[in-house]
């Protein structure tokens, strides 16, 4: 069965360095996305992204954070410059349309900032 | 806007009991609704989902979930609880280009 992967599983950064959290969707997905989920807490939005440009964004997704498809396959998030309140888990998400957005999720990235 | 409410962070019942975790939704337009389910340090797997027709729906792992419009709720129910089941169930509402999810329900399952 077809599934969203996520790579690395966990990342340990220093504050202030950029990471980049890597995502394969589902091959004939064609609407992503990004959640986290910090520690003990909710799984909130952060993005979505349709036709090579960004759909909808929530507030947690400032300037900091960019998404990228850069090629026919993977799906990046990126964090220009970490801050010590980003650690947390973040899942990569594609659905087939946005229509009844059921939303395959990939098994996370741990992102640790210290 | 959308947003979705679980009743109770925490909800403990024995094994072979029922199983009832709360969630009530807020929606502008018809909503789509979701159960997911997470186990400890895993990602998220989706139990079952209701878009449009009968409002009963059932799920994996004996779960089932019923849309009531007049009371706005969608909660989760599973006849007899195993101890497997112990997990975070969140209840999650979609609309567009995003999904909103609850805080969550931990449920715990004494033997």
């Known amino acids: 069965e077809p599934e969203v992967t996520q790579t690395p599983s966990h990342q340990v950064t220093q504050m202030g360095q950029e990471v980049i959290l890597r995502c394969v969707p589902i091959?004939?997905?064609?609407?992503f996305y990004w959640y986290r989920q910090i520690l003990g807490q909710k799984v909130e939005f952060l993005v979505s992204f349709y036709n090579n440009e960004i759909s909808e964004k929530s507030e947690i997704f400032d300037d900091q954070f960019s998404v990228e498809r850069p090629d026919g396959s993977n799906f990046t998030l990126k964090i220009r410059s970490t801050k010590l309140e980003d650690s947390a888990m973040y899942f990569c998400a594609s659905s087939e349309s946005s229509l009844n957005n059921e939303q395959f999720f990939g098994p996370g990235t741990r992102l640790t900032v210290l | 806007a959308q947003s979705v409410t679980q009743l109770g962070s925490h909800v403990s019942v024995s094994e072979g009991a029922l199983v009832l975790l709360r969630c009530n939704y807020s929606s502008s337009v018809p909503p789509y609704l979701f159960w997911y389910v997470q186990y400890p340090n895993q990602g998220l797997q989706l139990l079952l989902k209701?878009?449009?027709?009968?409002?009963l729906v059932k799920g994996i792992n004996g779960f089932e979930a019923e849309f009531k419009k007049s009371e706005t709720s969608f909660h989760l129910t599973k006849p007899s609880a195993h101890m497997s089941d112990a997990a975070e169930y969140f209840c999650?509402?979609?609309?567009?280009?995003?999904?909103?999810f609850g805080a969550g329900t931990r449920l715990f399952v004494k033997a």
């Open positions: 209701y878009t449009t027709g009968a409002t």
């Open positions: 999650a509402v979609s609309g567009g280009f995003k999904t909103i």
């Open positions: 091959s004939n997905h064609l609407y």
